[in-house]
């Protein structure tokens, strides 16, 4: 059964304005693999965000704390610490896809975003039968320069 995570109107837009319907109503990211390491992408992508004025959780095992923020091991224990999470940024391979989409849609995210080449068709089917926005292959940070108003 689909839940319902857009407006029915939002569907109809074309898909550069749902990107940017998208970016500018969803204000809460969860960065799977944000790394502490300032050469990463994931952590410029995750600076960029935080100056941007989202809220970003960093999703992590390995790291305790990330950009000032305290970093999770799993999504769903970051749901648990800090509510409802808009948007699962990965930056995870792709073999580790599948089971983030998994545990987004448990805690019923709105959007998947699989970075830069990043992308599995399978899972993004599944989640868009869910009723999630799914975007594959592009950057977070990069359309958000670009779309800005």
Known sequence: MTREKFEPLFWML???????EVLFTCK????????????????MVGSYLK???YRIIP??????????E??????????????DIDIVDIFRSKEHIPSIVEEALDIEAKVIWMQLGLSDGESAQKARDEGMFVV?????????MKLRE
Do not use: F, M, W
């Not at 969860?30 to 300032?38: H, K, M, T, V």
């Not at 305290?70 to 509510?83: C, K, Q």
């Open 14 to 20: 074309p898909y550069d304005q749902q990107l940017k």
């Open 28 to 43: 809460t990211i969860a960065i799977i693999g944000l790394s502490d390491d300032p050469g990463r992408d994931s952590y």
């Open 51 to 53: 100056k941007a004025g």
């Open 59 to 68: 999703v992590n095992p390995r790291v305790p704390t990330v950009l000032g």
């Open 70 to 83: 305290r970093s999770h091991p799993t999504l769903s224990e970051a749901r648990t610490a800090v509510g």
């Open 136 to 144: 594959e292959n592009k950057c977070l940070k990069i359309e958000h």
